[in-house]
């Protein structure tokens, strides 16, 4: 069997990678496009994340249970390290209003099963010494992270192990069984995967929009926060990463495929009233990448017009990539749809919710 990955971020990577370890015969096709959201995402990987219906629950958290053994694997092949680390999220909330937002919050947890520990003022501080005043109280649940440009890395580095073919070009048409590059060339194929992130409606009509995030890293030469560390109702999070950097994150904007950065100093302002002292630290980078959503907010997983797509993972795509590798190559190798790719095929109804562009249409 030949199969053509349009997108080398990690969705299309690992579907590659799974294929290819199961003797299919896998081309990649990728222009890499500014703005991709692979390499700018924090790498948490919390599959109580954000409001989750149970569906979704589920296709977290199978993909939280794989990662262990996907990460080990890719480790063992490559012999890179992707930085996969247990470390806790400690969830604040801010004063005033703090107790209200965290009993809320704690109901929907044990709603959902989700085991998590309450920790008023003074305990948030006995975990976190660094917080500021205004945080209120808390709660902490067991999570991970991972290098989200180490795992490219290591994929990139395992596809090639397995012999997958890259092109740096771009797909400008797709088919049951081809792939029409920009450059006039034609990739003939027996099936063709569709992992082009936020730019997957230029290849097939699937409302995929992008919902563009900024990131800060700063370095540090001792660590200021311990946790992974989230405000509650609020898009700003602290993600140590390695040995000396943090990750500061992040904006959430409909803007369309605009790259620029701007909102540096906005994120490091709000981060040192959280944790003081985090305005001091040396910047490294900003980087901005398109997060690929559909309506819904949900990924987009199977078949489409003759088409196997892979995307539309909103703010999970890292989390979701090793199911997500698992149920694609499971399907096109077996033709099996599970339990928990079916509530996320692409022909469902998708509104398009995108609120920029619309007097484009
Ligand atoms: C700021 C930010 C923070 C995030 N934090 C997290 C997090 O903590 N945890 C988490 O789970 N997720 C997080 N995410 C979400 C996650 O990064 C994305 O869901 C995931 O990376 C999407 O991966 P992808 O492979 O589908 O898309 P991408 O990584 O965008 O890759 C798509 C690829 O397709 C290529 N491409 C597109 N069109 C074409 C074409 N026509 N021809 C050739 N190539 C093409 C592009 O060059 C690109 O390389 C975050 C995202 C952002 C932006």
């Known amino acids: 069997m030949k199969v053509t990955v349009v997108g080398a971020g990690l969705v299309g990577l690992a579907v590659a990678w799974r294929l290819a370890q199961r003797g299919v015969s896998v081309v990649v096709v990728d222009e890499r496009r500014a703005g991709a959201a692979s390499r700018v995402g924090a790498g948490l990987l919390i599959p109580a994340g954000g409001r989750v219906s149970r569906h979704q629950l589920a296709l977290k958290g199978r993909s939280a249970e794989l990662y262990p053994h996907f990460i080990g694997e890719l480790e063992e092949e490559t012999g890179l390290d992707c930085q996969f680390r247990d470390v806790d999220t400690l969830t604040v909330a801010l004063e005033p209003g703090a107790q209200n937002a965290l009993s809320g919050m704690s109901g929907c947890l044990r709603g959902l099963g989700i085991e998590h520990e309450l920790l008023d003022k003074q305990q948030c501080r006995e975990r976190e010494p660094g917080l500021g005043p205004e945080v209120g109280g808390g709660y902490l649940t067991a999570d991970r992270s991972v290098n989200p440009e180490a795992l490219l890395k290591a994929l990139r ?162 989390l979701l990539t090793p199911v997500t590798a698992e149920l694609i190559s499971a399907y096109l190798l077996e033709g099996e749809i599970s339990k928990f790719m079916r509530p996320f095929l692409p022909d469902r109804d998708l509104r398009d919710r995108r609120t920029w562009g619309r007097e484009k249409k």
């Open 157 to 318: 580095e395992a596809c090639s192990s397995c012999s997958v073919e890259f092109l740096s070009e771009a797909a400008g048409a797709v088919s049951r069984s081809s792939v029409t590059l920009r450059s006039g060339g034609v990739v003939e194929c027996d099936r063709v995967v569709v992992a082009a992130g936020a730019w997957i409606e230029e290849l097939l009509k699937l409302p995929v929009y992008p919902v563009k995030g900024e990131v800060v890293l700063l370095e540090w030469s001792k660590p200021l926060v311990y946790h992974h560390l989230c405000v509650q109702r609020e898009s700003l999070y602290l993600v140590p990463r390695g040995e000396s950097t943090l990750v500061v994150g992040a904006t959430e904007e409909e803007v369309g495929f605009d790259v620029a950065s701007g909102w540096q100093r906005s994120l490091i302002e709000r981060a040192d009233r959280l944790v003081p002292g985090v305005g001091q630290l040396k910047i490294l980078e900003s980087r901005v990448g398109f997060r690929p959503k559909v309506g819904d907010g949900l990924p987009l997983l199977g078949e489409y017009q003759g088409v196997v797509v892979a995307g539309g993972h909103y703010r999970n795509g890292i």
